[in-house]
């Protein structure tokens, strides 16, 4: 029994209690060690439902948000995904664990530093690379789900081209300060859109986001 298994049992407990009910989204963040992703400093908080600070003057996301942009996605084994915005590693942990292909671009090195380590040490694979993910990675393209953990002022058209037939882009869009998360999927070319309301992000900064 790890020191922090209760807690973690009872932080799926509680998304499954605010509306989560995807259950291979409740297994694997019953598994993945969200601790480990955390700053040591806050490691008591790891399993709270709250965003918390890590290097780079930015924030792991709240697992409740993680669970909802996951479940939004509808991930599945062999499912090829692009996050953007590695931060920490946990959102990509939790989604390998999935047993999703993940590929994660982060625009702050030492970040990718970090979470490549973690990576390594859980012996996930995820690709990361550090650049701007608003113009997506067109090396791997087309994915079947791209996720960005940063809020945009609008949709990046280069993620949407990087889209696959069928595909879903889950992203927070809106103001500096407020954000809908829009799940979209492409069908025949076009972008069918759902909102939902009450997020809030640290900026996307690119190309195709904030300046
Ligand atoms: N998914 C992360 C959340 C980190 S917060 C986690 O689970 O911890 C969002 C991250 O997006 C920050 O680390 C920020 O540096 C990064 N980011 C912002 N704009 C970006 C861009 N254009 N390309 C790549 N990463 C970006």
Redesign the pocket.
Known sequence: MGRFDIERKEMVELLRSRGISNETVLEAMAKVERHR?VNQTFIDNAYKDIALP?N?D????QPYT?AFMTQALEPKKEMKVL??????????AVLATIGCRVYS????LS?VTSARKIFDQLKLRILVKA????IGWGEFAPYDGIIV??GSPSMPEPLVNQLAEGGRIVIPIGTKSNQQIVVGKKNKDTLHTTVYDGFK??????KS?WN
């Open positions: 992703f890590i780079s930015q924030t792991i996301s993680v996050e953007i915005g590695t931060g920490s590693g946990y959102q990509a671009v982060e625009r702050h970040l650049g701007d993910g608003t953990t940063a992000f640290v900026p996307l900064i690119g986001g």
